[in-house]
């Protein structure tokens, strides 16, 4: 049965929307199957971090390597081991919109209760044509949808007047913004006031000066790895200590960098491989990363947990 929600307005609630999301890696094992018991310890440590949502199936995910069956049941699996309390969120978008239709009807019931939607890669749509994707999605599905805007994955830039008008549509409840442009994100938040819509950071390097813009969380991808620093940060900003929240933030930062000194999901994984909760394995195309960058992960890590402690 198709879950619905559990308030009427929820679709555009910030509050719904609010706090450290993790971007959460997918574990293979060494042959590049699914590693179940490395999934559970996943989300164990996710739900002992206290995070308000687990995002499964995004680009941290590697979702493009992931078949549907595999998709549907990484999303079961999590519903199962997390508490009610954790949000849970799916990638279900692409660049085919009967096909991101299927899917998302597919996630929600598995027990997702929202849905991270890409804007559509490689197509490159008109703002009508995305204007019809999300439309076609949310009047497929009874839960909100998260607008994703990753520009530098998908090659469109959208304008804060599009991504306004795409926010209007009545199931798009919120967007991970993740230009890494904070006078994109101001503009961007201005724009959308009026429908209510909330923004998340797509990037852990914006999290926080993303909340003085007014963005309300962040799907994250340190939170793989500190899921309870992540969340001091957030609610260290939630009760107006901003000189604890920019400590944390500045600590942090190094490892928020060292996190891309790779493609994503490269260097999460190998901190998370590191501390030993899961193998190094991709899905080619993507592959660990090179030793010199292992080194300079594992030496960051240690530097960073040092001065958190």
Known sequence: MTKTMSAPNEKKSPHAFRGVWTAIVT??????????????????LQAEGGVSGVVVSGTTGESPTLTVQEKISLVRKARA?????????????????????????????????????????????????LKLHYTTITES???????????????????????????RIKGVACVKEATGDMGFLSRAINQTRSAGTAFLSGDDITFLPSLA??????????SNVLPGEMVRMFNAWESNDLVGALRLHNIMQPLMDVMFCESNPGPVKEALAQTGIISRSLRAPMAPVTAPSASLIQSCLATTRSALK
């Open 27 to 44: 574990p293979f094992k060494e042959d590049h199957s699914l590693d179940w018991a490395a999934w559970e310890s996943l989300l164990h």
């Open 81 to 129: 081991v997390l508490p009610s309390s954790i949000r849970l969120m799916a990638g279900s978008g692409g660049n085919n919109t009967d096909q991101s239709v299927e899917l998302s009807r597919l996630c929600v019931d598995a027990g997702a209760d929202s849905l991270l939607v890409v804007t559509p890669p490689y197509n490159k749509p008109s703002p009508a044509g």
């Open 141 to 167: 599905v009874s839960v909100p949808v998260c607008l994703y805007h990753v520009p530098g994955r998908t090659g469109q830039m959208l304008s804060p007047e599009v991504l306004a008008d795409l926010c």
């Open 213 to 222: 813009l007014g963005a309300t969380g962040v799907i994250s991808v340190l």
